[in-house]
């Protein structure tokens, strides 16, 4: 059995602390996003998008930009904990922006669509569009240079195209590096037309 070094131990505890963190957030929004409100009129649910940035705009000055950034910020802390409670510091960050965001987005919609049994709370698209927004940002803003700063500390670095050329075979010009087992890579059958 191998030990784990520094970089293995970092690591786990950012996954451990991550798990931990998104947890307790994800249990503050359902508390927060859920909670049925006594009011004495709901509004109708929109269901078309940008129709309720739109009004929020229409209201201009600071309320505008407090209804928005409510929106933005909301969600905004998972672009940060969903990367964390996966754990890798040798991810490919266009990929790790995706997997955040579209998590980021389902659990957005989840919320939403919870919010329909609530009373007081209707639907709003507009507030998935901003939550996502605000969870994609995030992610941009902290998650590259968060794991940059890791990897330093811990000594271990993103091999670059002359070290994954030794491992593995380059597809299109160094953009992806694809691993090759020990038997080779798999054959490529082209393609057979059908008959008419």
């Known amino acids: 059995?191998?030990?784990?070094?520094?970089?293995?131990?970092?690591?786990?505890?950012?996954?451990?602390?991550?798990?931990?963190?998104?947890?307790?957030?994800?249990?503050?929004v359902a508390w927060v996003g859920l909670r049925p409100?006594?009011?004495?009129?709901?509004?109708?649910?929109?269901?078309?998008?940008?129709?309720?940035i739109r009004a929020d705009l229409a209201l201009g000055g600071t309320r505008a930009v407090r209804l928005l950034a409510e929106g933005l910020l909301l969600l905004a802390p998972l672009g940060v904990l969903l990367p964390m409670a996966d754990g890798r510091l040798d991810v490919s960050p266009w990929a790790s922006l995706v997997r955040t965001t579209a998590a980021g987005a389902l659990v957005s919609l989840a919320l939403e669509l919870l919010q329909t049994a609530v009373p007081g709370q209707v639907v709003d698209v507009d507030s998935v569009l901003l939550n996502t927004a605000g969870v994609a940002l995030t992610h941009l803003l902290v998650v590259p240079a968060g794991r940059a700063r890791l990897r330093r500390r811990t000594g271990t670095g993103r091999s670059g195209p002359a070290a994954s050329s030794a491992g593995g075979s380059l597809v299109r010009g160094g953009a992806l590096p694809r691993k090759e087992s020990a038997q080779g890579s798999t054959p490529r059958i082209p393609r057979v037309r059908i008959a008419p």
């Open 1 to 28: 059995m191998q030990r784990q070094g520094s970089g293995g131990s970092a690591a786990v505890v950012v996954r451990v602390a991550g798990f931990v963190l998104l947890a307790a957030y994800l249990l503050l």
């Open 37 to 52: 409100r006594d009011v004495a009129w709901v509004t109708a649910p929109n269901t078309v998008p940008l129709d309720g």
